[in-house]
C-alpha cells in the first residue's frame, strides 16, 4: 500500500532482459539506502518486490507489468518516481494507492495556469466510473485531485511543488502515463452494481 507522495527520484541504470521479462535496475538516493530484499517500493506508481538491494534498487518485471503499465517503454537514464510501502503509524498524505496500475492514459493538452499547468490525460473507458471531478487519481505513482471530467478525458492540475518533486513537470503531450482509479470509488461503484443487480433479480 502507498500514499502517491513521492519519496526521491530515481533513474534507469539498466534493463536486462529476463525470459520475456526485465530485470530493472534503478540508481535511487540514499534515502532508498535500507531497502531490504523482498521490500515492495512503487516505481512510477507500479508495486515491485526489491531484490539484491544496495547502491541500486533491483526488481523483476514480468511480461503482464510490461504489457500494462509504461515500465516496458524506460530508456537507460530515464527518470522514474520512487516511494516506499507505508508501514504502521506512517502518515497517509496523499490517497491510497495499491500500486496495482490499471492502464496507462497519454497526455492530450497542457495548459499554463498561474504557477503551475492543467494536463489533460485520455479517459480510459473501464475506468471512466471511477474517475470524477474532486476524486483522486494516481499518475505514475503520483495521488491527484481530479479536476475536471469529460467525456473521454480528464485533467489534473499540477503546481509547482509537484513539478519539482516528480517527473510529470517534464512530460509532453503524447507521453504515456501509468494510471491507478481511487481503490475508494471502485469499491463504491462495485457495490452499487451489486445492489441494482440484486434489485433487479427480485
Known amino acids: 500500500m502507498f500514499t502517491g507522495i513521492i519519496n526521491a527520484l530515481g533513474r534507469v541504470a539498466r534493463q536486462t532482459p529476463d525470459r520475456q521479462g526485465v ?29 539484491r538491494p544496495g547502491a541500486e534498487l533491483v526488481f523483476d518485471v514480468v511480461p503482464e507489468t510490461l504489457a500494462r503499465t509504461n ?34 492514459c497519454r497526455i492530450v493538452q497542457r495548459q499554463e495556469q498561474g504557477q503551475g499547468f492543467r494536463m489533460w490525460c485520455e479517459l480510459p473507458v473501464p475506468l471512466r466510473a471511477f474517475v470524477v ?22 485533467c489534473v492540475a499540477l503546481i509547482p511543488e509537484t513539478l519539482k518533486r ?24 462495485a457495490l452499487l452494481r451489486d ?6 433479480s427480485r
Open 133 to 154: 471531478e474532486k476524486g483522486y487519481v494516481s499518475l505514475d505513482g503520483v495521488s491527484l485531485t481530479v479536476a475536471g471530467v469529460e467525456e473521454d478525458r480528464f
Open 23 to 51: 530485470e530493472l535496475t534503478i540508481a535511487a538516493p540514499v534515502v532508498f539506502a535500507k531497502t531490504r530484499d523482498g521490500d515492495s517500493i512503487a516505481v512510477n506508481g507500479v508495486c515491485l518486490t526489491a531484490k
Open 71 to 104: 515500465l516496458g517503454s524506460l530508456q537507460t537514464g530515464d527518470e522514474v518516481n520512487l516511494e516506499p510501502s507505508l508501514r504502521v503509524g506512517d502518515e497517509i498524505g496523499g490517497h491510497l494507492v495499491y500500486g496495482h496500475v490499471d492502464g496507462v
Open 195 to 200: 445492489r441494482a443487480e440484486a434489485k433487479g
Open 166 to 189: 516528480t517527473t510529470l513537470g517534464r512530460k509532453a503531450v503524447g507521453d504515456l502515463l501509468n494510471i491507478e482509479a481511487d481503490p475508494v470509488a471502485r469499491y463504491v461503484a
